[in-house]
């Protein structure tokens, strides 16, 4: 049998609702919704702030980066910086901003995911700490501190 | 200063390097890639076998669910099982894989995100631990137990 979340408050009965347009995770999907974006912000992870950087390392065209580097601007995961090196015209560079950068955690679990179900050697990358050496990936944790696993969920309306 | 990871081993320097098709992340993107298949999955999290449910749920249409579930079939996210009511035919239900299961943190990442930041009312539902109440998200950790932040990161060649 498969484990699965349980329904509370007005959430329950599962058949008395659907989740709509208003569905945090459909959202989120639409607004990412591309390869490139995720791509993307990969490399913004990875330390790329130039154009010329996002164009090479997440191997997009110059047409397909500009367009989404500029919606991520828009929908404000990234923001531009202007900088002037010495005898340079100003120029901008890409950063993460808070929004942008509280995302790690979806590319950290693609990236666990992937590694554990995609691939024979264990990907070709892991992340680790640097503090102590061990491998880093989400984990699904409460506010409290306890680990949690999907049987040990509710899902509830928001006060 | 936007904070990123530090590359080591053979990733360092990150120009000499890219991350190319067998990335884990690209390599998830490219798997679940559609809208449909994120929001198929949510409604498998949310407890959906049965093909009717499945579409009403995540309001899809007949023939996009159905390519969609046969999609996650076939990459072995779900599995179908034969079952059969009281006096009618056999028939099949979908039912999440250990590989399908483990996508949860990614699913609650979304979640996490979208709640956060693209609504102002903390997004529609939430994830409550069930034993003491708290709200459940993915946090980064080690394996020896050790709450990570980006900063504490080294992404490594896997051994």
Redesign the interface.
Known sequence: M???????GK?DP?DSW???A??????????L?T?SA??LM??????A?RFEEFV????LTDATASTRLHELVEH?LLELEPYQEPGQRTRHRY??TE?G???????????????????D????????????G???????????G?T?E?A????????
């Open positions: 498969t484990t699965t979340l349980r329904m509370t959430l599962r659907t989740a709509g208003g569905c945090s995770i459909a959202k989120s999907v639409e607004l919704s390869r995720f791509l990969r490399e913004a992870f990875y330390g702030t090479r390392r997440a191997e404000g950063l993460l929004k950068a509280d995302l790690f955690p979806v590319i950290v679990s693609l990236m666990q995911w992937g590694n554990r179900w995609l691939s050697t264990g990907g070709p990358a892991e992340l680790l700490h640097r503090g102590c061990a491998t880093v990936g989400t984990e699904l944790r409460c506010e409290h306890h949690v999907l040990d969920l509710d899902l509830a309306p928001t006060p």
